[in-house]
């Protein structure tokens, strides 16, 4: 069966919580790696949504749907996009359902889901013969091409150079035009004009959700193979 690989990249440059420094550095130290259980199985996807005055409740919901989507299989990627205020405590929901290890995602203005696309949470995890890398960086606001470059670099190592393996990338974040063009430009300086890339900018305060926490001024690179 073919492999399917997936890259998700989350940007954000600015803002409160977690405080980026004034250099890019190379790699988070508690970058890490979810291979799958057991070689052979289909990828697998489970999809939640729930609009709820509770944002945890909201969260919890989500997942519950996602994880029951699965019917069984073990999950190896959480992601999560929202336009709720609260949310700390929405990842908390999602976290009584997932691993907060394997939760990432980002801010959104509404999610866009199968079940509703109004206000609320939209869960989406993923399982079966995957593997996850995880790379986080910080980067100076003025320079987005710098911040791509840093991307691809970080991730490049990670890239399945098989044919037989199918790759995308996915770009998460304050990518908010003009600047988005000069992020993926930085991107493809590493990995080819050819490299699959889609995505878009989170909004509501620009939060990137990593490892379950949120997250201001970094780049999130996430590897599934």
């Not at 130290?29 to 070689?39: L, P």
């Not at 609009?51 to 959480?78: F, I, M, N, Y």
Request: with cysteine.
């Amino acid at each position: 069966m073919r492999k399917i690989s997936l890259i998700i990249v989350c940007l954000l440059l600015s803002g409160c919580g977690y405080q980026p420094q004034d250099q890019v550095h190379a790699i988070d130290n508690q970058s890490v790696n979810h291979e799958a259980d057991a070689s052979g199985q289909p990828m697998t996807a489970g999809v939640g949504y729930a609009s709820h005055d509770d944002a945890r409740a909201a969260g919890e919901v989500a997942a519950q749907q996602a994880h029951a989507a699965l019917q069984g299989a073990t999950p190896k990627l959480v992601l999560v996009f929202d336009n709720v205020k609260d949310k700390q405590a929405m990842l908390a929901g999602v976290s009584r359902v997932f691993d907060a290890s394997m939760i990432y995602g980002c801010s959104s203005y509404a999610p866009l889901t199968h079940l509703g696309n109004q206000n609320g949470v939209g869960v989406m995890a993923l399982a079966g013969d995957v593997e996850v890398a995880v790379a986080l960086a910080n980067v100076r606001e003025e320079d987005d091409t710098t911040a791509g470059k840093t991307l691809g670099e970080l991730i490049q190592p990670h890239v399945p150079t098989s044919d037989e393996t199918g790759k995308l990338m996915l770009l998460f974040g304050k990518c908010h035009v003009p600047r988005n063009d000069e992020l993926v430009k930085g991107v493809q300086s590493v990995l080819g004009e050819t490299f699959p890339i889609v995505g878009g900018a989170a909004s509501e305060g620009e939060a990137v959700y990593h490892r379950g926490r949120i997250t201001y001024g970094v780049n999130l690179a996430v590897l599934l193979k």
